[in-house]
């Protein structure tokens, strides 16, 4: 049900762009950064939490105005302010790895919004980089059930399977191919768009682990109850947060 109601969300705001993107991804950096630091800070956790969506918002805002640099930049000045109050303070510390939150958080934000911009294209590119992520876990979940097999790294993810990886490569392989026929229409060979989806396919795997390793360093099962049935928004970005940086380089490349 939450699926139901979300997805169209999602596709809207990626089809209309403009203002009701940029508002969707404000939400979901929110969102993120209150998860991020309720789980990663025991004290002030309220000003942590203000400080982190404060400094995003304004980055995520700089780069909708087309100032990227400067809304890198900010992100960056955030993780360096969030790193002197949990390193240099005198009294008991915060987690040190608490810093890493504004980055993690914004430069895949910034991305998504960089990606999207405000033609067809950026549309398109945006909602290849959806499908082709969501083709990864399908093909991991389904692959990785139905097969079983050797785990990749039980103390991290118990249930990822090499056989899900695999499955998971090869679902965004197929996508990568599928999506440049019927949106990007790009000059490239298929046999490169099945790379570049498997490598996009072990980042999205890479995000999953980055964040399973976060909730199982603070034992908890998801980052958050607010999407009922699916944990919080970091659960359902994980793989999306390290894909965009990449798929925002490669449309660069590409000249889209």
Same mark, same amino acid.
């Given at each position: ?54 400094? &995003?918002?304004?980055? #995520? ?8 640099? =400067?809304?890198? *930049?900010?992100? /960056? +000045? ?95 392989? &197929?996508?990568?191919? #599928? ?8 000059? =490239?060979?298929? *046999?490169?768009? /099945? +790379? ?61």
């Amino acid at each position: 049900m939450s699926a139901l109601v979300l997805a169209p969300i999602a596709v809207a705001a990626i089809y209309y762009g403009s203002f009701w993107y940029l508002l969707f991804l404000a939400l979901a950096t929110v969102g993120m950064s209150v998860e991020w630091c309720r789980t990663s800070f025991q004290k002030n956790v309220s000003s942590y939490i203000l400080l982190v969506s404060i400094w &995003l918002l304004v980055a #995520l805002y700089f780069a909708f105005d087309d100032f990227v640099e =400067v809304a890198v *930049l900010g992100a /960056a +000045f955030a993780s360096l302010g969030i790193l002197g109050l949990t390193w240099f303070q005198k009294e008991e510390r915060e987690w040190r790895g608490g810093f890493l939150g504004p980055v993690y958080i914004g430069i895949p934000v910034i991305s998504l919004l960089e990606i999207r911009g405000t033609d067809d294209a950026g549309m398109y590119w945006t909602l290849s980089l959806f499908l082709i992520v969501w083709a990864t876990d399908i093909g991991a979940y389904f692959v990785g059930r139905g097969i079983g097999g050797p785990k990749i790294a039980t103390a991290i993810s118990p249930n990822k399977t090499w056989a899900g990886l695999i499955g998971g490569m090869l679902c965004a392989a &197929l996508t990568a191919i #599928l999506v440049n026929r019927y949106l990007l229409d790009l000059d =490239v060979q298929p *046999l490169i768009l /099945a +790379f570049v989806g498997t490598g996009l396919a072990i980042l999205a795997q890479v995000g999953d682990f980055f964040e399973s390793g976060w909730k199982r360093y603070f034992d908890i099962k998801d980052a958050s109850n607010l999407i009922p049935g699916h944990g919080g928004v970091l659960d359902r970005l994980d793989g999306v947060l390290f894909v965009a940086p990449a798929l925002y380089i490669l449309k660069m490349c590409a000249g889209s």
